[in-house]
């Protein structure tokens, strides 16, 4: 081979320059390493320009060396940025079973590569590629089915619902299984239903108006429709703000029947919306029991005035006893734990209204399954008795 056509790597090209650089001659360095000096005095003018850029290897183009360092930072920065995709949709997978971990790689094949999401997630390459050729059996298949259904009944329930509420919706759906499994599911796909949070008390029962005995008595379960109404008024807080919720409540089915957001704590923007709500929704039966705690909005001569017209029988707490008006705080913490405290920024007033709408008429009224009415939703329970 002649010295034109050797081949020379990069590391030795450029060790060749920097001892060119102590010698006293270029030709010198170029004898003493047994190269040409021209091939030499060229390394060296490149070397001027491109300094540790120069050498790249075959094939690849020479850039500058600050250039070349920002180019591997950015190759880095992207690298980490592909890592983070891969975990942030593919941990949930992870923690299931195989099916569902491979399942998703083959999916997603095509936007990243197979290897860099075997690598991330952990998986053998070659075990994957064996999956692709010989799938898992019939049992894992059904269980990952079964998972997914129950991971998406889960998110579609606000991440509320526990063993038994999903066990009631997978019968619905003629999916059999036992209260216990479910509750294994939840625990491998790390599914936990949030907890509840307290929540500030807007009742003002300092006051001289009449108050009524408690006539319910906590007897919440009721056989007919508007038997006994159940009201309650709480705050939600909104950008800078505070609005007001009312809501009245059949304790037959546990519907909301009438609700009212406003901006005060007056009779006028509470209850009196919302009781016209309520009785242009169901019809009022003589006799009709209204429970409320003992706030003004409910002891003022205003509201006792109409109860008495359409001769409701009016029932107050007990002084300092939410439990005696259970169902409508039971709502509420459902609305805060479902809606409010899931928001990640305050709304304005309009978007408050939308998400209360939304929440009470689509979802509380239609969509929820209640432990009241044995896991069934409200137009179950009402279809069947």
Not at 293 to 320: E, H, P, V, W
Request: charge should be positive.
């Amino acid at each position: 081979m002649t010295e034109k056509n050797k081949h020379y790597t990069p590391d030795f090209k450029e060790n060749a320059i920097l001892l060119s650089y102590k010698r006293k001659s270029v030709k010198e360095t170029a004898k003493e390493l047994g190269i040409p000096f021209k091939l030499l005095s060229k390394w060296r003018t490149i070397y001027k320009t491109f300094k540790k850029g120069s050498f790249p290897g075959k094939g690849k183009k020479r850039i500058y060396y600050e250039e070349k360092k920002v180019f591997e930072l950015e190759k880095k920065l992207t690298e980490s940025q592909l890592k983070l995709e891969i975990l942030r949709r593919g941990i949930k997978f992870k923690y299931q079973d195989k099916q569902a971990l491979y399942n998703f790689i083959h999916q997603n094949k095509k936007k990243i590569p197979i290897i860099k999401m075997c690598e991330v997630l952990g998986v053998s390459t070659s075990t994957y590629y064996l999956w692709t050729k010989r799938p898992f059996p019939k049992r894992d298949i059904r269980v990952n089915n079964l998972k997914k259904e129950i991971y998406s009944i889960f998110y579609e329930f606000k991440q509320h619902s526990g063993s038994i509420l999903i066990t009631r919706e997978l019968a619905r759906r003629e999916i059999q299984i036992s209260e216990t499994q479910v509750s294994f599911y939840l625990k491998q796909l790390g599914l936990r239903s949030k907890t509840k949070k307290k929540f500030k008390v807007t009742t003002d029962s300092k006051h001289t108006m009449y108050i009524s005995p408690n006539v319910l008595n906590r007897q919440f379960t009721i056989d007919k429709p508007s038997k006994v109404w159940v009201s309650d008024i709480t705050y939600i807080q909104i950008d800078k703000r505070f609005l007001y919720l009312t809501v009245i409540i059949d304790l037959y089915d546990r519907k909301i029947v009438g609700w009212n957001i406003s901006s005060n704590l007056s009779t006028e923007a509470t209850i009196l919306p919302s009781w016209k709500m309520a009785i242009s929704n169901r019809k009022v039966m003589d006799g009709l029991i209204f429970h409320s705690d003992r706030g003004t909005q409910y002891a003022n001569k205003l509201f006792t005035s109409i109860l008495n017209k359409y001769k409701c029988i009016q029932s107050m707490s007990r002084k300092g006893n939410s439990i005696d008006n259970a169902v409508s705080e039971s709502f509420f913490n459902s609305l805060k734990r479902e809606l409010i405290y899931m928001q990640t920024k305050l709304l304005t007033p309009q978007e408050m209204k939308m998400e209360i709408y939304d929440y009470i008429e689509n979802w509380y009224n239609k969509k929820r399954r209640h432990s009241a009415l044995n896991y069934k939703t409200i137009e179950e329970f009402n279809a069947e008795y």
